[in-house]
């Protein structure tokens, strides 16, 4: 079975441990797309995200560091998981984050690399900068879960770049 690796890196004005708070409070994560999340603080523990479009399970958990979990979403191949890696670096004043995630289905690669960055970096960076997300985001997330998930259509145009 051929899969694709997603591969980003993104700038926040936060510490690493705010971004690593934003990812593993479910609280905090639920703010990004508004859907329910439930995520447990524990390695070994299972998460869900999306409301239960996103699931998996914690593999490490270092504090302002590091995140790796076992990750998949609705319609995959069953019982396929993919490998979510959030590093999390300080960077004068900002936290670098190094985001790979490993095992993505072919036929999904193009709609993650794309629903990373539009319904979890913007809105953290957002977040981080201002308190809060913009209405053209949360709008662009809305729309995105409505006619995404419950389409179940997801297919993205990627620039040359992804």
Not at 23 to 45: C, F, N, Y
Not at 110 to 119: D, L, N, P, T, V
Not at 135 to 141: E, I, L
């Amino acid at each position: 079975m051929k899969t694709k690796t997603i591969r980003q890196r993104v700038s926040f004005k936060a510490s690493p441990m705010d971004v690593y708070n934003m990812i593993m409070d479910a609280r905090k994560h639920q703010s990004l797309s508004g859907e329910r999340a439930v995520i447990s603080k524990k390695v070994g523990g299972a998460f869900t995200a999306w409301g239960s479009h996103i699931c998996g399970f914690n593999l490490v958990l270092k504090p302002g560091k590091k995140i790796v979990q076992a990750w998949r979403a609705t319609g995959w191949w069953p019982d396929h998981y993919s490998i979510a890696i959030f590093d999390l670096e300080k960077s004068a004043g900002a936290c670098e984050l190094t985001f790979t995630q490993i095992g993505v289905p072919p036929n999904r690669y193009s709609g993650h690399y794309r629903g990373w960055i539009e319904a979890y970096w913007t809105p953290m960076r957002e977040i981080f900068a201002n308190g809060t997300i913009s209405a053209k985001t949360q709008k662009r997330v809305k729309t995105n879960r409505t006619r995404r998930i419950s389409a179940d259509r997801f297919r993205r145009k990627l620039s040359s770049k992804a």
